[in-house]
């Protein structure tokens, strides 16, 4: 049975960084690659493997397998797919497919993507994996693989394809005192193809004012996976009032728009309130005294005394 590995979605796109499971023993660049190839296309690329030890000589050995998304951060997982639908590694083939690098060495791997005749259109998605292996001799590592790293390869065949993205949740705090005021949007991908939304959050006042403007990082959604995102209005000050937050968009190659939505919150800064109205009272108490001064100070007159 094959190992499962979880790969990290870091901000930007389907970009995941290495599989670290203890020290770094392998490095690969670059960790993404975004592709389109029609049926009966043969698409090579290269990336590179290297050893970033200073002292330990590693043995190489590349896989390729497909992926799945997992929770709602941007995670996908190694395991074999499901149907073909959106299956990639059965059409990838590495060269070379073992080798060993000495401390600080690099090498260049090539992968062909052959594509199918009969391929589906849609995405389609996999991983390209360099694990540590066992080398004899001084300096080498350990007797089983001890880590994998991986380039997340995303492909795109032409044809028929659904694009459709939904906002599953838009939220926000009902109240704030302070800014930053934190937003938490769902995206999910109901098409068969990844799309990455450009949307953004206009924010105004309870007089209909534009006070604010939030603009989405640009992340890819897979197909049948829920993606949050999570942005603030980076805001210290909020005027008391009601506000409005509205979030809209577009995603896809066709640039299609997502149905705007609308929420509303309200800001209160009472400590603020109470500090202010404090002050009030404390000059309606001692406006006599205030209005004396003001006559002494301004108009130059004596306080007679009974």
Partial sequence: MKRNILLVVLVGGIIFSPLL????????????????????DVIINQLKVYNPSTDTIIGIKMEVED???????????????????????????????????????????????????????????????AGTKAVAGPGAVGATIVERVGALVLLITPGEMKEELVIKDFTT???SEYGPVDFTIRFENKGTVHVKPV??????????????EIQLPQRNVLPNAVRKFEVSWDKKWLFAGKYTATLTGNYGVSRSSVSSVVITFWAFPWKVGIGILLIIIFFILTRKRWAT???VLVRGEKIIKG
């Fill in 21 to 40: 499971f203890v020290q770094a023993a392998v490095g690969i660049s670059p960790v993404t690659f975004e592709l389109t190839g029609s049926p009966g």
């Fill in 67 to 129: 992926i799945a998304p997992t929770g709602e951060t941007g995670h996908v997982r190694v395991e074999p797919a499901e149907t073909e639908t959106y299956s990639l590694a059965r059409w990838v083939k590495t060269e070379p497919e073992e080798f060993t690098l000495n401390p600080r060495e690099e090498k260049f791997v090539t992968f062909t993507i052959t594509i199918p005749e009969n391929v589906e259109p849609g995405g389609h998605y996999g991983v390209v994996l």
């Fill in 173 to 175: 705090p009902n109240y």
């Fill in 199 to 212: 949307a953004s959050i206009t924010i105004t006042n309870w007089l209909g004012e534009k006070v604010g």
């Fill in 293 to 295: 001064a003001f006559k």
